[in-house]
């Protein structure tokens, strides 16, 4: 799922010591292709395993991702405008928020429209924790499935849970700016 889910352009987390609990898409059509998709990444946690890793992250996170062009410039050239980006602290968890406007409905993350249907393919080890639309398994893969007339496409993804302790939480390391 990490891999898919790119717009974790913030999130190139995934190349690093960045992951994240849960990422929820709320895609709302404006028309059949164009539109403007609301991102949730819930808490964000670094496994660095030192000083020096945990300090790289959190640079990255909070000055590079959030609050620098490099981000926007790179998902513009892929047909996302960014509206809006912030970091929150939610229930102690630090989580972000981005707003995107798209053109073409195939820029989003893998979505696509096939005639009738709108759809995500996903690989079958990816967890898909809610979606509005439905969940078709294959002997390969797994897809959501909506409806052309379905204006708000909605899904959550699971990514970690955390259990083990070895990842830093970041929320009180964050100075809103």
């Avoid at 895609?27 to 808490?43: C, K, P, Q, S």
Wanted: with cysteine; hydrophobic share 40%; glycine share 6%.
């Amino acid at each position: 799922m990490k891999k898919i889910f790119a717009i974790l352009m913030f999130i190139p987390l995934i190349n690093g010591c960045l992951t994240f609990n849960t990422l929820s898409y709320k895609v709302v059509l404006n028309d059949e292709n164009g539109g403007t998709a609301f991102v949730v990444i819930n808490d964000i946690r670094s496994d660095a395993e030192d000083e020096t890793e945990f300090a790289d992250d959190t640079t990255k996170l909070f000055n590079d991702y959030f609050y620098g062009d490099d981000v926007i410039k790179s998902l513009k050239e892929e047909g996302k405008e960014v509206t809006s980006r912030s970091l929150k602290i939610d229930d102690g968890h630090l989580n972000a928020y981005i707003t995107f406007d798209f053109g073409d409905i195939n820029s989003v993350e893998n979505l696509a429209k096939d005639g009738d249907f709108y759809y995500l393919t996903l690989p079958l080890a990816d967890s898909v924790v809610s979606t509005n639309g439905h969940i078709i398994l294959s002997k390969d893969y797994k897809r959501i499935m909506w409806d052309k007339n379905i204006d708000t496409l909605k899904f959550e993804m699971f990514s970690i849970a955390f259990d083990d302790g070895n990842y830093r939480e970041l929320a009180k390391y964050y100075k809103q700016k």
